[in-house]
Nanobody, 127 residues
């Protein structure tokens, strides 16, 4: 059974940076595409970024493009999300999610396409 555990959330300042980590246990995810989603209070969960199993292909939501960077270290079975240029509207619970197989498309942004989920980590950005 694969488990995903996010960490690195907390309080950030407008314009500041945070780095989120998603560590997987149970099996290697070196060929598994991963994604980050977020959910703000009172809003639906939304796609943030995704990365192919090799790390060569990336995708970002328009709202975070140029500010956030997704990466992975397959040797550590960990995916990262570097948040820079933080804005108050980035405040949300951030979730990492994994595909059930190795198929990936940069156009896939629906949460149902990533069926394995972590518990989330809170990011709060103060103005």
């Amino acid at each position: 059974q694969v488990q995903l555990v996010e960490s690195g959330g907390g309080l950030g300042q407008t314009g500041g940076s945070l780095r989120l980590s998603c560590a997987a246990s149970g099996r290697s995810l070196s060929t598994t595409p991963m994604a980050w989603f977020r959910q703000a209070p009172g809003k639906e969960r939304e796609f943030v970024a995704s990365i192919s199993g090799s790390g060569e292909r990336l995708s970002y939501a328009d709202s975070v493009k140029g500010r956030f960077t997704v990466s992975r270290d397959n040797a550590k079975n960990t995916v990262y999300l570097q948040l820079s240029g933080l804005k108050p509207e980035d405040t949300a619970v951030y979730y990492c999610a994994a595909r059930a197989n190795s198929l990936y498309s940069t156009t896939w942004t629906e949460s149902r396409l990533f069926p394995l989920w972590g518990q989330g980590t809170q990011v709060t950005v103060s103005s």
